[in-house]
């Protein structure tokens, strides 16, 4: 029962069965009821009407309604008259009583909060504001620096470039985080036309904050190597766990032993004895399976001068190849297959070098952004046309000439890794335009083990991402689960240049300490490469055979490896709704071009002889239901083309 001495003891009543309701229901209203019992149990005023409680604190249309509503049942319940409406001037009369009272709420006026202390600025790490104000913070002599110079020291800092957008249809570089430390007024700017730069008091404080966390780092950095133990990834999974993902070929790859290199995942700080002349280059983190790559920041070999970052480029025409595998027989079985002596490459004889692509750029205006992001990473990328994808590794010999000596061409040997790199704008395009089959199917003729589509984020509008989001989502699944190849996604170019520069780092740990086996040259031919690889590697899992790059070239080229079959489908696939599953039907009922040209030609070329080849492929099809089936209007386009209307 609602206490007996409240002024509006009938009123307080209701209000607290209401609470004691919402409460056993445990319904959102219930802190509303107990607001405007507490504020009417406090109340020393009494109220004729239920509406006049919209004066105190939890009342509002909903309960006066519903509190009207039961004082009007109560009355002809009990045969009492039923209060009228106030008027405008009896709520202005309880509006002034209730304030000289000092009522109106159940409780004391809570303390005014206390005013949130701001946050120190410190920026993240590797971000534009970072990377300016460590330049900053060494000046030199004069104690500025002008624009030039300080992108110049500052670059190496940051993962996103201080000059080229990140996003090639957006303006935003890191040199805009300028104005963030204007207006937090952490750098003083001075001189018209040419501006000068340096750091003000306060950003001298955010510097000593922004060392102090590095320092903070670096020693949690040393306890995590020593102690051996690998940082988990997202998903959870220990990199232990994970390393057999990433070479299971390894001998040693189930035995647990400690890394001398350091987890990617601690990420670029400029450690207490980096000088300022040469700051850390930040690190790339991830690699296939998505583990961590480790790479030794005290490796002589990571360290570089200006010259050492300068791409190595080799323009390699097609032409050198072309020629130098011959077609050769077909392989009925494995006893046709040739019988060969390897050539051995030695540890320590030859180095993992990167193969990226000439035509492989951030934008047209910007074509030497990728290799030379990968020389501030330490990998020397060599730029060549590539035959077949965006990039690969090989192992290149230091002895010039010792593989011509055993019987393969050139000094270099393509690794069983090979990426393709697409956009999503990209991805549209070659959905659109038929590449993306063309593509998948001569990275499966060409051998490869381990194929990686890098797909980058790319701002396409809104418009065509919707119209193409189920293409894109069914083209990466297919990469996936059809293909088997490895996916990885990045957000920018600069992801994937961190990418590709983990994979370059972990594939040196795997290969350059042991032996590598080369296929020579002169047992190869068009015809057995795929049967005779798929044997190796049955009959020798853990033994990799690898062949030259001049070999590889010449066997992936366009034309090289396609067989009288290949061409034919790739012509039939030239009409647009043709598939490659119909396709491939069509080539099992009419084996060569000569063959469905005749077939054609022997229906005639009168009318009804016409009416034969526009209905020809639909009815020598008709027994497939299935999306290998080809409909009336397909199989009169296909007429169109090769027969004779």
């Not at 077949?388 to 011509?404: E, S, T």
């Not at 066997?555 to 119909?582: A, N, P, Q």
């Not at 034969?612 to 007429?639: F, N, T, Y």
């Amino acid at each position: 029962m609602a206490d007996e001495n409240c002024a509006n003891s009938l009123l307080l009543g209701w209000v607290k069965e209401w609470w004691d309701t919402a409460r056993e229901r445990n319904t959102k209203g219930a802190p509303t009821y107990k607001k405007a019992y507490n504020s009417l149990k406090s109340c020393p005023l009494t109220f004729q009407h239920p509406s006049e409680l919209k004066v105190l604190k939890g009342f509002g249309d909903g309960i006066t309604s519903r509190l009207t509503d039961k004082l009007k049942q109560y009355c002809e319940e009990n045969g009492l008259p039923m209060p009228k409406h106030p008027k405008r001037k009896r709520t202005l009369e309880l509006e002034t009583a209730l304030a000289e009272a000092g009522a109106g709420q159940d409780e004391q006026p809570s303390p005014p909060k206390r005013a949130r202390k701001a946050r120190p600025y410190v920026p993240k790490l590797n971000s534009g504001a970072y990377a300016l104000l460590m330049a900053l913070s060494d000046p030199g002599p004069s104690g500025y620096m002008d624009k030039t110079a300080l992108i110049a020291k500052a670059q190496p800092y940051s993962e996103h470039s201080f000059t080229v957008p990140s996003m090639a249809n957006k303006s935003y570089t890191a040199w805009d985080s300028m104005k963030t430390l204007d207006d937090k007024e952490l750098v003083y700017i001075r001189g018209r036309p040419t501006k000068k730069y340096s750091l003000t008091d306060e950003g001298w404080e955010v510097v000593k904050r922004m060392k102090e966390a590095r320092n903070l780092v670096d020693g949690v950095g040393g306890s995590a190597i020593t102690s051996g133990n690998a940082i988990a990834s997202g998903s959870g999974t220990s990199n232990a766990n994970r390393s057999e993902n990433v070479n299971p070929n390894r001998p040693d790859s189930g035995v647990k032993r400690e890394s001398r290199y350091t987890p990617l995942d601690l990420k670029p700080f400029v450690s207490a004895t980096t000088t300022q002349e040469r700051p850390p280059q930040p690190k790339p983190r991830t690699a296939i399976s998505e583990s961590y790559v480790l790479i030794d920041s005290d490796d002589e070999d990571f360290k570089y001068d200006e010259e050492d970052r300068k791409p190595i480029i080799r323009e390699t025409t097609n032409h050198e190849y072309i020629d130098l595998v011959a077609d050769g027989d077909s392989v009925p079985d494995e006893s046709s297959l040739p019988h060969f002596v390897p050539i051995r490459l030695a540890p320590g004889s030859f180095t993992v070098e990167l193969v990226l692509d000439t035509r492989e750029v951030q934008a047209k205006n910007n074509r030497d952004h990728i290799q030379e992001e990968l020389s501030k990473l330490g990998v020397r990328p060599i730029m060549r046309s590539l035959e077949l994808g965006d990039v690969l590794w090989i192992a290149k010999c230091k002895q010039p000439g010792w593989l011509n000596r055993l019987g393969a061409e050139g000094d270099e040997v393509v690794l069983d890794y090979i990426v393709e790199r697409k956009r999503l704008d990209d991805l549209i395009g070659s959905i659109k335009d038929g590449r993306f089959r063309e593509q998948k199917y001569r990275l499966r003729r060409s051998g490869m083990k381990n194929v990686i589509y890098v797909i980058e984020n790319f701002n396409i509008d809104q418009d065509n991402r919707t119209k193409y989001q189920d293409a894109m989502d069914t083209a990466m699944a297919s990469i996936q689960v059809v293909n088997g190849y490895f996916l990885k996604k990045t957000d920018a170019i600069a992801e994937s240049i961190k990418y590709l520069a983990a994979v370059t780092y972990m594939l040196k740990e795997i290969y350059e300490s042991k032996p590598l086996f080369v296929i020579p040259t002169n047992v190869l031919t068009a015809k057995n490469y795929l049967p005779l690889v798929k044997h190796l590697r049955e009959k020798e899992p853990s033994k990799g055979y690898y062949i030259s790059y001049p070999a590889f070239a010449s066997l992936v080229s366009k034309s090289e490896m396609m067989t009288l079959r290949d061409v034919f489908l790739k012509m039939l696939m030239c009409i647009r709704r043709l598939s490659g599953e119909k396709a491939i039907e069509i080539q099992k009922v009419w084996k060569t071009p000569y063959q469905l040209v005749k077939a054609f030609e022997e229906c005639g070329t009168d009318e009804n002889g016409k009416k034969k080849q526009r209905a020809l492929v639909a009815s020598m099809l008709s027994r497939l239901v299935d999306r290998r089936s080809v409909d009336k209007g397909l199989s009169e386009k296909i007429a169109d083309v090769w027969g004779f209307l």
